[in-house]
């Protein structure tokens, strides 16, 4: 029966020697150290078995037994390397254990014994300290390689959990506005359980590592996510009181804050963007009075805002919950989430242990303290488009793992072929595409992912499908708000568009070529 020897490296079997023993011999780990004698040596006295022990002896922390056999501990003494014999029976060389009627003794070596009593009593309890030290050291590297999974799919989970939990007031959000029917207990029954329903079925599989990860992994790094996690918390949160404290709200149109602020207390107030005219407001007609400024068009006998409707409807749950204060304070906080979600972009490509310089580097940029200072609608596209690269990234990593099977548990009800990754790579799709639902020219940005989505369609990857369909549809749902909700913002914006869908219709084409 093999012992191991545990190395930093691997694993060294000792073979194990059979030898000779009477049937009368004393029972393993009861050899007596002044009756036992080694060849050639004479009679081993209780002071050259201690001394014998003391330098033979391999501390059970490097001894574990094989798989499968656990047999009680004790070994018998030795002297300077050479074996304890009995009744003139050598025992043969090699670290071997005495036996016991054909039953090896267990693993680790006792200390000598005379007539059944402990020859070093002294060392009985530091041999009982080393080996449960041993036990807690292999226990402590099995929990350090959990921690390691752990902390991953926490980093993975909470630094996409903004892009999720922003899809779910978006997805509702747009029918209802157009519908006339913004309103706070509409979609709050709507979006709540959608966002419980993402977040349970999209982020329920998320890998620990990725592939830099992988590859490039060292034991004494396994707290690297941990790090990560909590530092990429620590900087988002930072910037979100910082910006809090310098937040600056444009309740007059002068730009494009005030625009997406009038707008959000717009809709806050009547659950629509259509904002009709009212010339009994100013006293009946008068030369010269039109119902347009800077950030508005007039629409028929309404007026449109000059601006997509993502960010306002957002704003608008801000006016729900505390007013103008907490409206203004939507753009720090959509800012600091959108610092978490490009912290969580950087630790999937440089390893986690990155995350929190990554989003510490973009925090100090001025565009970006800038933009999250006032209802700008860069940070919303920003946190669309990084976090929909966080979720491709996943579900590309599931698959390549192996873990994107259909075999495993899935929700009763579930459709069978929506493995984790597909639904990972639906969900990317559809924050990609919802970028546009933030900002028009977001479309200039998604224009290599055509090309991509026929890179992953050649390889036959089983995300390619589920993102694709997720892109078109957020893309569709975009279009859609801009058209049907401000006309107007969308013809100022028809050549530009026009060179897009181009542009677009030619990277299809190419890509189709490429795959036929």
């Not at 979100?240 to 404290?245: I, K, M, S, T």
């Not at 919303?380 to 491709?392: D, V």
Request: net charge positive; proline share 8%; with cysteine.
């Amino acid at each position: 029966m093999p012992l191991q020897r545990r190395g930093r490296r691997g694993r060294d079997q000792l073979p194990i020697y059979s030898g000779s023993v009477g049937s009368g011999d004393s029972p393993a780990g009861s050899s007596a150290a002044a009756d036992s004698t080694a060849p050639g040596d004479g009679t081993v006295t209780d002071d050259s078995a201690a001394a014998g022990q003391a330098s033979e002896t391999i501390l059970a922390s490097e001894i574990i037994e094989h798989p499968g056999d656990g047999e009680d501990a004790g070994e018998p003494a030795a002297k300077d390397g050479e074996p304890a014999a009995k009744d003139g029976k050598p025992v043969a060389r090699g670290r071997a254990p005495a036996v016991k009627d054909g039953k090896p003794a267990a693993r680790g070596r006792a200390p000598a014994v005379k007539d059944g009593e402990p020859a070093a009593k002294d060392r009985e309890p530091a041999g009982q300290g080393k080996k449960a030290g041993s036990g807690l050291a292999v226990i402590g590297r099995r929990l350090g390689r959990v921690r390691w999974s752990d902390a991953g799919c926490a980093f993975a989970q909470l630094t996409t959990l903004p892009v999720i939990l922003v899809m779910a007031w978006l997805l509702p959000g747009v029918p209802l506005l157009l519908a006339g029917s913004f309103m706070p207990a509409a979609m709050l029954l709507i979006s709540a359980p959608l966002a419980v329903a993402l977040v349970v079925y999209g982020l329920r599989r998320v890998p620990g590592r990725w592939p830099q990860a992988l590859s490039g992994a060292r034991p004494d790094r396994r707290w690297a996510a941990w790090w990560g996690l909590a530092g990429t918390i620590v900087v988002a949160a930072g910037f979100g009181a910082w910006q809090l404290l310098v937040n600056s709200a444009s309740a007059i149109v002068s730009r494009d804050p005030g625009t997406y602020l009038q707008s959000g207390y717009w809709i806050a107030q009547h659950g629509t963007l259509t904002i009709p005219e009212s010339l009994a407001a100013f006293g009946g007609a008068h030369p010269g009075l039109s119902f347009s400024s800077i950030g508005f068009f007039p629409h028929g006998t309404a007026v449109a805002a000059s601006g997509m409707s993502g960010l306002p409807m957002l704003i608008a749950g801000g006016f729900w919950i505390h007013g103008l204060s907490a409206a203004g304070a939507m753009s720090p906080v959509i800012g600091a989430l959108a610092l978490l979600t490009f912290g969580g972009l950087t630790g999937r490509l440089a390893g986690p242990q990155w995350a929190p310089a990554g989003a510490l580097v973009l925090g100090f940029t001025l565009p970006e303290q800038y933009t999250s200072r006032s209802a700008f609608s860069e940070t919303l596209m920003q946190l669309l488009l990084i976090g929909g690269l966080c979720l491709l990234i996943d579900s590309l990593t599931l698959e390549s793992a192996g873990e994107d099977s259909g075999a495993a548990p899935m929700p009763r009800g579930w459709p069978r072929w929506l493995t984790p990754g597909r639904a990972l790579a639906a969900l990317a799709g559809l924050a990609l595409g919802l970028s546009v639902l933030a900002r028009a020219d977001a479309l200039l940005y998604l224009l290599p992912v055509i090309p991509f989505a026929g890179v992953l369609l050649a390889g036959h990857r089983r995300p390619a499908l589920p993102f694709s369909l997720g892109l078109v549809a957020g893309v569709g749902y975009g279009l859609a708000d801009g058209y049907l909700g401000s006309r107007p913002y969308m013809d100022t914006l028809a050549w530009p568009l026009r060179l897009v869908g181009l542009v677009a219709a030619g990277l299809a084409v190419v890509t189709a070529a490429g795959l036929l």
